[in-house]
């Protein structure tokens, strides 16, 4: 049986669906974690919400939740890092 296009939503994504994970890091680091994620294209968007605190606020879509962790969990052995908020 074919899909209708029009009224089947069963495949449709919700782009209103970010996870929000923030995380503080040195200052210095910032420039660095925000390299590491720009080279995976699409993975994420990264935003300092605070440079003196050196917050920094990393929103992901659901599909990349995941990795994304496991690349902050990489990142843990390279530069101080602590995750302050994210989704349970």
Do not use: C, H
């Not at 919400?49 to 050196?54: A, Q, V």
Request: no cysteine.
């Amino acid at each position: 049986m074919k899909k209708n296009l029009i009224t089947d939503k069963s495949d449709v994504i919700n782009y209103y669906d970010v996870y929000r994970i923030v995380i503080k890091v040195r200052r210095e680091d910032i420039v660095y974690l925000n390299g590491i994620f720009e080279s995976y294209d699409n993975l994420a968007v990264i935003r300092t919400i605070d440079r003196w605190e050196s917050l920094v606020e990393i929103l992901a879509s659901p599909y990349f939740v995941a990795d994304v962790k496991k690349i902050l969990d990489e990142l843990k052995k390279e530069i101080q890092l602590e995750i302050i908020e994210e989704p349970k």
